[in-house]
């Protein structure tokens, strides 16, 4: 396209060659990065049927997001089904002036936790990414490319990890279940006995089994069994 003067947007995305007008030979190459997300269950833990989960990609300081973002957040939801999900794709254009230069624009990446407990144990990790972005002049060709990606998870910015130039920047979130457990005693009232009781357990979806497979569980009159 030709841009006859300043082009003035929320997002500009350019999949081709851009010009000045009047133009003067000049061409400006724009960079590109992405982000995604894969959600797992720990082990002994599976997936809900029918449950998903959401992420939320956040920019600081102004620093660009996808065309479809919702202002400063984007947020993507996946499956069981569908375990990975993208936020797309992030354009940086070249800024003018800046050849020569880098600049560094930062984002937070993190689950939607409920507010209202479902048995779930969440994933509560944030991670702080880093893309920095260098500017370069060839001849009348001005480019910007994304070099380094960096990334540290919650408070810990000594422990930085470096994904480099990867354009596979995934992000991986575990969440578990949250096993409670339930307390059998048994008391056996104008006796004194030690006899043995059975058992079983019952939720709204079928019998309770335990890790075993088990679904009967003895309690012995006098004592507690969990």
């Known amino acids: 396209g030709d841009y006859n003067g300043c082009v003035i947007a929320k997002n500009f995305t350019n999949s081709s060659e851009g010009h000045y007008w009047p133009y003067n030979g000049h061409t400006f190459k724009q960079a590109a990065t992405g982000f995604s997300v894969a ?46 999900a993208s ?33 779930i144990t969440y994933d509560t990790n944030v991670y702080h990414v880093t893309v920095t972005v260098a500017y370069s002049k060839s001849g009348s060709e001005y480019s910007a490319n994304v070099t380094d990606v960096k990334y540290y998870m919650n408070d810990d910015q000594t422990n930085m990890k470096d994904l ?52 009967v569980f003895k309690v012995i009159a006098g004592q507690t069994t969990t």
């Open 87 to 119: 936020f797309g794709s992030i354009s940086y254009p070249y800024i003018q002036g800046s050849e020569g230069t880098s600049k560094d624009y930062q984002y937070t990446i993190q689950e939607v936790i409920p507010t209202i407990a479902d048995g």
């Open 164 to 215: 480099g130039s990867n354009v596979n920047r995934s992000f991986t979130f575990t969440n578990g279940i949250d096993k409670g457990s339930i307390s059998v005693t048994k008391s056996v009232v104008g006796k004194t006995s030690s006899d043995t009781y059975y058992f079983t357990l019952t939720g709204t979806d079928g019998l309770f089994k335990d890790s075993t497979n088990n679904s």
């Open 39 to 84: 959600k797992n269950f720990a082990a002994g833990s599976e997936w809900p049927d029918g449950a998903k989960y959401s992420f939320k990609l956040s920019e600081v300081d102004g620093a660009p997001m996808p065309s479809d973002s919702d202002s400063a957040t984007k947020t993507i939801t996946v499956s069981k089904s569908s375990n990975t």
